[in-house]
């Protein structure tokens, strides 16, 4: 089986300050890695994924994460937040023997303050 | 740019009435999935599609779920007999063949609240 776990459920940054969202994950077999987000009311948008072609992943919006297989750790990050990426992130697993389903973590939501 | 539409948008229904939610895959994917979304909780997986039939499913899936490709284009979920337990955001999600890591595209979900 496999699993994600968002390890915060709500992370508050200031504007212009870093940006670190934790996942963790458990998977038998070599996994896909993905994280999501979801604007208020809005539907589910794919900002990054792992392919195992390289472990530092970026993505869109300047957002990047590193897959460390030794730590199990996918965490997603950002040098400087800007107010519009207040949203629900969602860490998520893929494995094939699962017909390629879609495992989320529970979702930490990203408060930008000014 | 192609994207996963759904129809419709919100839908309020009594308990007990059967629903039918609709998903326009983009064109060229394979591979369709249901998931559903309670209101504060994670999203969750329903079932996967491919080749006219269910690849795999969850628990959630039960009996009174369908799914189905009735004209080639809309791929459909249907609840047969809803319950108040069945409100939730339903996103349905399509992917091309291939690799595990091709990414799934979400519509934007249709709002389902069972009175």
């Known amino acids: 089986a496999q699993s994600v776990t968002q390890l915060d459920s709500h992370v508050s940054v200031s504007e212009g300050t870093p940006v670190l969202l934790r996942c963790n994950y458990s998977s038998s077999y070599s996994p896909s890695l993905f994280w999501y987000v979801q604007h208020p009311n809005k539907g589910l948008q794919l900002l990054l994924k792992y392919t195992s072609a390289a472990t530092l992943v970026k993505g869109i919006n300047g957002f990047e994460a590193e897959f460390k297989k030794s730590e199990t750790s996918f965490h997603l990050t950002k040098p400087s937040a800007h107010m519009s990426d207040a949203a629900e992130y969602f860490c998520v697993v893929s494995v094939w023997n699962s017909g390629y389903a879609l495992n989320f973590g529970k979702g930490t939501s990203l408060l930008v303050t000014p | 740019e192609p994207e996963v539409t759904q129809t419709p948008s919100h839908q309020v229904t009594q308990m007990g009435q059967e629903v039918i939610l609709r998903c326009v895959p983009i064109?060229?994917?394979?591979?369709f999935y249901w998931y559903r979304q309670i209101l504060g909780q994670k999203v969750e997986f329903l079932v996967s599609?491919?080749?006219?039939?269910?690849?795999?499913k969850s628990e959630i899936f039960d009996d009174q779920f369908s799914v189905e490709r009735p004209d080639g284009s809309n791929f459909t979920l249907k609840i047969r007999s809803t319950k108040l337990e069945d409100s939730a955001m339903y996103f349905c999600?399509?992917?091309?063949?291939?690799?595990?890591?091709?990414?799934?595209?979400f519509g934007p979900g249709t709002r389902l609240t069972v009175l």
């Open positions: 599609f491919y080749n006219n039939e269910i690849s795999e």
């Open positions: 064109s060229n994917h394979l591979y």
């Open positions: 999600a399509t992917r091309t063949s291939g690799r595990a890591y091709n990414e799934q595209f």
